[in-house]
Every structure is written in C-alpha cells, then in structure tokens.
C-alpha cells in the first residue's frame, strides 16, 4: 500500500509426514544500517563501530548457514580443539580440516567475518630461507551451507619466486552433535570408510539405517590417504589461488553446491534468499545508534539463522542459536517470531505450519508426545537415541503448546486474514483441547509438567535446568509443576484462541474460550499470590504449595495480562526493585535468595529475551516509564557487547560492577536475543496492532532512543511508514477502518 493519508499523535488435525532429513540452507544477514546517514545520538559517540570484525585474541570462529555450521579456530583449521568441526543436519562431517605449508601451519592474522555463512581467514607461512620475515600471505575465504567452500589464495610479497607445497589434513568421524557438545565417546563403534578417488577424497558412513558422506575435492590437488597435497610456484609480488570444495551426501545422494563454482557468489542461493529476507521486513531509521546498529546486527542474525525443509522450501522457520542449537524449536522459534512478527510475519506463518505438521498425535511416554502437543526440539543426527527422549522429535516442553495458539492469535491481530489462517484451525483447536485433556494433569484448571521417563527433561519450561525451580529455603520443588508464566500463556492462548474462532466463524466457541479465561485468571489469583512475599509465587509444587521465590518469570504473567489489575502496582515494583532489576536487566531470580547467583544459568542471570518480555508485561499495564527504564538498562547492555545480545550475562549488579559480565557458554547468535533489539524497538514507540478492533497504537519516543523511522511495516495487507520523535508519533499509509491511538511521551 502506498503512503496515503496521515494519522498522529503528539505527546491439529492429522500430522503429514516429518520433513525430509535435514533443512536447506537459508544463509543470512544483513550488513549496512538502513539509513547509514541518520545523525547520532548525544549519549553515543560519532566513531564507526567495526561490523563484524572479530581480531586474532579470539579462540574460535563459527560460521552459520541454514542448519549448518562450522565451528573452528583463527587460522581457519579445524580439529585443534574437541568441539570443532563442520556440522550439517546434527552430524560432524568435518572433523579435521588443517593447512600447511611446506609442512607448517599459518601464522594468523586476521579472522573476517562477513556474512554469517562467509569468513576470510589471513594467515602468513614461515618465513623463506634467506629472508628476516616472512613474505608469504594466505587469504582462506570459507563459505558454509549444506557444504563447504574455501577460497584459497596464496600472496607472495618477496623479491623472487617461490615454490610452496599446501597441504590439506581432511578427516571425519561423522559423530552426533551431541556427543561433540558434551564431549563424550560414541554410544557404539563408529565405522567410518575412507578411500581416494582420483583427485578427491571420500568418506562415508552407515550405520544401517542412515548414510551421510563428504567428498572433498579441490583444482590441480593430488588426493592421498588423508589429505589433498598441491604444489604452487608464485611469482614475485603475485598470487596463486585455487578453490576446496566438501560436498556432502545423505543417502548416498550428493547435495548440489550452494555456492557454484562457476557462478558469482552473489548469485548463489544463500545470498539470493538473503536479498530476499531483506526485501520481506520492515526496515528502520534510529537516531540512536546503539540501537540502529543492534537492530542491524540482529537483522543479519536472524536471517543467519533461518531453515527450510525440502518438503515446504517456502515455509521459513529460525533455529535457536549457535553453535549447538541450529535446529528448529519450540518455545524458542515461537518466542523469536512472536518478537518480530510486526516486522516479519512470514516468518512467524512458516514457524507456524512447520511446528502444525509435527504436532503430536499420539501418547508416547519416552518422547513425551502427546495428541495436540508442540515439540520441544527436532534433532536429525546420525543416531536419535542420542537426542532427547531417544527420538528425533522430542516433546518434552510445557510451554509451546499454548505459546502456539498466541502466535497464531497475533498474527490475526497483526491483520493476516482469517482465511489465510484457517489451515491452522485444526492444530490451533488440537492445541487448546491439550491444555485441558493432557497439560492439565490433575483437572485443578493449572498446566504442569512431570517428565514420563529419566530420558526427558526434568524441568520443562523456559528455564529447563535442573535447579531453576526452587523453593526460598534453597530446596528444589517437587514435581508436578506448574509454573506461574505457564498459566499466563494458557490465558492468553484461551483468548487468542477466542479470537480466532470469532473470526472462523464460530462465536459460541469463542464465548466458551473468553469463560475459560476469566475462570483461570480468578484461579490464578488465589494460588499464586504470596502475601508475605507481595508477590507472585513463580509455581505451585507437586503438593500445590506455592514455590514462593521472586523470580523474573511474573514479568510474563504481566506480558499475558493473567495478573489481577490490583496487584499490578506491586508487581511492577517488585520487579524493578534493586534485587531484581540489575541495572543492565531483569534477574531470573533475587539477589536476596539464598539461592542466588549471578553467575548460573537460571537462578540469578539475565537473558535479555525475559528482559524484555518482563518490559513488554509493564507497557500493557500502562506502566510504560519502568518498560523503558528496562529497555535504558538492555541498549547500555547492547552498546557493552557491541550490538549482539549473548543468549544471557551474568546478573551482577551495576553498581558494583559497571559493565556486563558474558555467561562463558552463552549462544552467540541465539534467536530471542536477536530478536529482542526488535522488541525494544516496538516499545520505544509504543507500537501495537490490533485491526479486528480496528486500532493502531504508537508514542513518542524517549529522549535516549530519539527519532525514528519505520518504513514498509506490514499492517492489515498493506504497508505503513511510521514516524516518531520524542515530541510526536505519526503513522503514514493506514487504510480505512483503522484509526491511530496515541499515548502521552
């Protein structure tokens, strides 16, 4: 829709087959700011920021296409440290990929990462007999997707020609993702054959039921057992180049290469759907340049971290992060699409069907399925005995089944119409009967979870570690559980659903959804509120007593309205208190607990993607001041980890230490992290959709954020220009029938 007219304000059914084994490469990112000349914010400094430059002090590197990735270190070698490797569809098939010359590594310089599928190594060789240093340079400029390609270019800066001998170490163990991440022996004798043919070397392996193989070949190589061996005379100030390609098989059948070649990398697949990721989403103007250049950044992350199955090529979904979850996830894709969904619906449709197609329908305790029930993960190793509940789609979460519904429930509000949504009825009605029939296991109206067997998770919502849910005396809480967050998502499903179903045509279901709602949110009050904490218990226990700990997971409970309008005040209080909020972010869990601490993973972190739900809850409270006090404490927190939020940080506080501590292990991209600058960027401007009722919400921006620009937003099938300030917020091009609400600066 073109920009037309101006309104402001100032101040299941069945499930089909699984996908085919293994997505496609979807490749990614995104490199420059949409308006590179936007002036800069006074609280930022006018000097460029590096896009991507990652310096030699770094001990690894790791490239993402689609559901690969390679992991490696700042020579560009693989096999120096037990977690390397190149990993396509949960499998390494690239355990050992080492360069010499004249029988000696490189020298690194310098890693360059570029897109996120796309790195160039610079190394130099040892220096030449007769010469005070060295004159050799080699440039590996690696690309990944379903295979790899490296670039190889030698430059010779001396005063005479020399004769070089490269040699490329290639070996694969073909070991599950898992047993690489936790760095453990393979649960059997792995085979694994090897052999030369002609110029390239084969390897395969097949354990009777799945086959996965590589063939690495390169130009003018001679293959022997092992390696590629190529011998190079350079000219003086000239260079030498040739191309290494690892092509990788399942089933005995080649993968194409993803990038030819015999054609330009920017007409290759990866780059193609890139330009078109780009063209799909919303782009953004911001004066402040923290938040321009995350946003940036996570643009380009997440269309890294986009996969495809090549039975439903046009169904894009996100993986969950690297390295170790590039694969498709519940909770996590649904989460990371509810985010950028105002920005990028289509991703949120395709998580949708893809999610529909592998929805349970039938009762399997060792995989946790269930008739109705949203997976946890998909996992296609080798070996699924090795994935949770030993089978490649595992169950075990709590939360994404109703999660499901709201996604579904928003991008109806959002103005996708009902008949383009109707394909989702039967997974979205088979996902609200499971809440009732199997996620409420004791017919007392609350969702809780107890693993079926030792092969599962023991904790099975968003904080799934083992210690994460635990009482205020330190001990942890019996199952079943049902969390407080979890009874928020099944309200808000209750009513997304009822939506929904008025909009299909049916107002009797609709009524009976909105009944249920209201019934379970009075429910909630009564269990869930500890008056001598004033607050609300994080769950009930397996003996339905409260788990009364202060913890971030009530900032959800805000985010899906199930808190009762008399306890908002306090609750927001609470939660902005100095033992929770830490200056960068909301805590998972008080500082006063004596279980607290700063440095786990669940019991005292901050993970910016509950940050900026718990903000989110604050603003549809009409607590919009503490919302962008949090969103303050998450750009100071973006500009420290230089435009890429970690999937957590450690929750110290900012008094006493006045920058982010990274959390050693955290994901980096990870899917909610990148897409929390997206959210952020939604309350600075205080955006809301809802065309069935027929409103559009925007605000002025805070002072801190400054001017912004929204162009190509997609509302009601159609495209707005959104322009807000700190003094005004305006929307361009909406059509008829829906009408702008402002809310004061």
């Known amino acids: 829709m073109s920009d037309q007219g101006t309104a402001g304000a100032a101040g299941a059914a069945s499930r089909p087959e699984e996908p085919s084994p293994g997505p496609d490469d979807v490749g990614g990112a995104t490199g420059t700011a949409d308006d590179p000349g936007s002036p800069s914010s006074p609280i930022d400094s006018d000097e460029t920021r590096p896009r991507g430059l990652r310096s030699t002090d770094s001990a690894q590197s790791t490239l993402v296409g689609g559901s690969s990735f390679c992991v490696s270190g700042q020579r560009g070698d693989i096999g120096d440290a037990p977690a390397e490797g190149f990993f396509v569809r949960d499998t390494r098939v690239l355990s050992r990929w080492q360069l010499l010359v004249d029988g000696s590594p490189l020298e690194a310089l310098a890693t360059l990462p570029q897109e996120p599928y796309e790195c160039l190594f610079v190394g130099r060789a040892p220096t030449r007999p007769g010469r005070l240093e060295p004159t050799v340079v080699v440039e590996r400029h690696r690309l990944v997707a379903s295979g790899m390609r490296e670039d190889l270019t030698v430059h010779n800066f001396g005063p005479e020609a020399v004769g070089l001998d490269l040699t490329l170490s290639v070996d694969s163990d073909f070991a599950d993702l898992f047993e690489v991440k936790e760095n453990r022996a393979p649960a059997s004798a792995r085979r694994v054959e090897r052999r030369v043919e002609g110029s390239s070397l084969v390897l395969w392996y097949d354990n009777g039921m799945t086959q996965r193989g590589v063939r690495v070949t390169a130009r003018g190589a001679h293959a022997v057992p092992g390696a590629l061996v190529m011998r190079a005379v350079v000219a003086p100030q000239s260079s030498w180049s ?14 194409e290469p993803d990038f030819p070649i015999d054609r330009p990398l920017e007409a ?50 996100v993986a969950a992060g690297a390295p170790w979850f590039m694969t498709l996830f519940g909770r996590d894709s649904l989460l990371t699409s509810w985010m950028t969904l105002p920005f990028a619906p289509r991703l949120a449709m395709g998580t949708l069907r893809t999610l529909a197609r592998l929805q349970g329908r039938s009762v399997d305790p060792m995989s946790e399925e269930q008739p109705g029930k949203i997976l946890h993960e998909l996992r296609l190793g080798t070996d699924p005995s090795q994935a949770l509940g030993g089978a490649s789609v595992y169950y075990g979460s709590i939360d994404s089944t109703p999660l499901f519904v709201m996604v579904a429930g928003r991008l109806l509000r959002w103005g996708i119409p009902a008949a383009e949504l109707s394909s989702l009825r039967g997974p979205v009605e088979a996902a609200l009967r499971w809440i ?45 559980i049902a969390l407080a967050e979890v009874q928020g998502y099944c309200h808000a499903a209750f009513l997304a659903g009822a939506d929904l179903e008025e909009a299909w045509g049916d107002a009797d279901a609709a009524a009976r959804l909105r009944v249920r709602a209201a019934r379970l949110r009075a429910d909630f009050h009564r269990a869930f509120w500890d008056e001598s904490t004033g607050f609300l218990a994080m769950a009930l226990d397996g003996d339905k007593n409260r788990v009364a700990s202060v913890t971030s997971n009530i900032g959800h409970c805000l985010w899906t309205g199930i808190v009762d309008d008399s306890l908002v005040d306090r609750v927001v209080g609470r939660l902005m208190a100095p033992d929770m909020f830490s200056g960068f972010g909301i805590r998972t869990l008080s500082a006063d607990s004596c279980a607290f601490n700063p440095a786990s993973y669940h019991c005292g972190s901050v993970w910016p993607h509950d940050t900026v739900i718990c903000a989110a809850g604050m603003a549809a409270c009409g607590h919009r001041e503490e919302a962008l006090s949090v969103v303050r404490g998450l750009l100071d927190a973006v500009e420290a980890f230089d435009g890429r939020l970690p999937e957590l940080f450690c929750g110290f506080a900012r008094s006493e230490l006045a920058t982010p501590v990274p959390y050693p292990t955290s994901c980096s991209p990870q899917a909610w992290a990148a897409a929390t600058p ?17 409103f559009v919400d925007v605000a002025p921006t805070p002072r801190s954020v400054g001017d912004v620009l929204v162009r190509r937003l997609p509302v009601d099938g159609g495209q707005v220009r959104i322009e807000a300030g700190p003094a005004r917020a305006e929307v361009h091009g909406l059509g008829s029938g829906l009408r702008v609400r402002g809310h004061e600066a």
């Open 242 to 255: 040739t191309t290494v390609e690892a092509l990788t098989s399942v089933q005995g059948h080649e993968q």
């Open 678 to 694: 997206y959210e952020m960027l939604r309350l600075a401007i205080g955006l809301d959709v809802d065309v069935p009722r027929g």
């Open 436 to 480: 009732d029939e199997y996620g409420d296991r004791d017919g007392d109206g609350f969702v809780e979870y107890q693993r079926s067997t030792d092969r599962g998770l023991l904790n099975q919502g968003w904080k799934d570690s083992g210690d994460s849910v635990v009482m205020p005396d330190g001990r942890l809480a019996r199952a079943p």
């Open 268 to 317: 290759a697949p990866p780059a193609r759907k890139m330009r078109g990721w780009r063209e799909d989403t919303a782009t953004f103007s911001v004066e402040n340049t923290v938040l321009a250049h995350a946003l940036d950044v996570s643009r380009r992350d997440l269309g890294a971290l986009r996969i495809t199955y090549p039975d439903h090529p046009e169904d894009e979904v």
